[in-house]
């Protein structure tokens, strides 16, 4: 797996970054692919398992040597793993390789993968926002998946064969799903910021914080605990903020109304209007001094 970069023209003439991330497999080189905003770590996470649910789970995942996987290497050369991903791989149960510092083909086919994405799908491609996007890049996916290759054969019909009895199906879990719906803070405001875009969360909700997660055209927020469903934003690239219905709307009260027919009635009497006019100064009070 491994990330590629491309920018993006909106219809503003704003230019700006996309991030795609590339997973293909060693043995019969079907692949899949998907994009995000940013190569964060969080996004990592989001496209390996949505890429683990399109062709499984294997028993090795083989990387580049990123930030997001791994710290550093020790003495001996045994890599010392990040804290998150190292209990992102316990938890789907995996294990990672690194591709060697300076060795560029030990993983030539992902960075093949990366560059044909760019010069055959991204090439002259238009969108409408990041839905669109995927869903075309899911369709390239299947349609290259299941294209005759020399040297290769079908891509799907061998790892359904061959691979198929080594990957292990992806189940989905509770630890799993706080993967694909990261935490965010909710600012003073009632926004939550997600992929550079802020999304409101109703003021009724008393919590500092709320997960989010993206599925298709829609964005879902959730409270902390994942037991509540807050609000439903459809999913743009705008940099307009995105208000949810009675987003600043207070709580229902408690409210008391009369048991008995109201007898007793009593009078308002209208308000005296202040006087802005000019007849509230005494213009001849000078004029009789002069006098």
Not at 79 to 106: A, I, N, S
Not at 141 to 151: A, I, L, S, V
């Amino acid at each position: 797996m491994d990330w590629g970069f491309t920018k993006v023209q909106s219809f503003t003439g704003e230019e700006y970054s996309a991030a795609c991330f590339a997973m293909v497999c060693h043995h019969c080189g079907e692949r899949y692919v998907e994009f995000f905003p940013n190569a964060k770590q969080e996004n990592l996470f989001i496209g390996m398992l949505h890429g683990f649910r399109y062709m499984g789970v294997p028993q090795y995942i083989l990387t580049d040597n990123m930030k997001s996987v791994v710290i550093r290497r020790d003495q001996d050369g045994h890599p010392l793993w990040q804290k998150d991903y190292e209990q992102f791989m316990r938890t789907v149960g995996f294990q990672t390789k690194l591709c060697k510092p300076r060795h560029p083909f030990t993983k030539g086919k992902v960075e093949r993968l990366v560059r044909f994405v760019k010069d055959n799908f991204l090439a002259g491609r238009s969108f409408w926002n990041v839905t669109d996007l995927n869903l075309s890049a899911l369709d390239w996916c299947d349609e290259q998946n299941t294209t005759f290759h020399r040297g290769l054969g079908i891509p799907q019909d061998i790892h359904r064969e061959r691979c198929g009895s080594v990957v292990t199906k992806l189940n989905d879990s509770p630890e799993l799903l706080l993967y694909l719906c990261p935490e965010r803070r909710i600012s003073f405001d009632g926004f939550v910021n997600y992929e550079g875009r802020r999304f409101g969360v109703p003021y009724a909700y008393g919590g500092k914080t709320a997960r989010v997660m993206r599925n298709g055209s829609c964005l879902y927020i959730y409270s902390a605990d994942m037991a509540r469903l807050l609000a439903t934003h459809e999913v743009t690239w705008a940099y307009q903020d995105s208000f949810c219905a009675n987003q600043y709307a207070f709580p229902e009260q408690p409210e008391e109304f009369p048991s008995m027919p109201v007898k007793t009635v009593i009078r308002q009497l209208p308000q005296t209007s202040t006087d802005l006019s000019f007849e509230k100064f005494n213009f001849t009070k000078e004029d009789d001094e002069d006098d």
